[in-house]
């Protein structure tokens, strides 16, 4: 499963840029990964971890702007197509699952 963040934080002052650099700090801490300017995303093992993931992305939102959480399957993530100009680029891969027995 993988949680989305998306968001639109204003930096017209210096306070508001603190505020910006602060929860992309954050979510960088948090294990996400920049998939575009302001969209970052982060692989998770199950739907709980997930819940655990935007419950921490709630605690570090900033007093302005606008910020999306989505979730997405594996199979969703897979079937999505990035493209640089006009070329197809590959999609990011899951990272790899660690086993106990």
């Known amino acids: 499963m993988w949680i989305f963040t998306m968001f639109?934080?204003?930096?017209?002052?210096?306070?508001?840029r603190k505020a910006y650099h602060d929860f992309r700090s954050s979510l960088l801490e948090d294990g996400f990964?920049?998939?575009?300017?302001?969209?970052y995303a982060r692989h998770c093992a199950s739907e709980e971890n997930a819940e655990v993931h935007e419950?921490?992305?709630?605690?570090?939102?900033?007093?302005?702007?606008e910020v999306r959480?989505?979730?997405?399957?594996?199979?969703?993530?897979?079937?999505?197509?990035?493209?640089?100009?006009?070329t197809k680029g590959p999609t990011e891969e899951a990272p790899e699952q660690i086993s106990f027995f």
């Open 8 to 16: 639109d934080l204003p930096t017209d002052t210096r306070a508001a």
């Open 33 to 39: 990964a920049m998939l575009q300017f302001s969209v």
């Open 55 to 65: 419950s921490r992305v709630k605690l570090f939102l900033p007093p302005d702007g």
């Open 69 to 86: 959480l989505l979730t997405v399957t594996d199979k969703q993530f897979e079937r999505m197509k990035v493209f640089y100009g006009k």
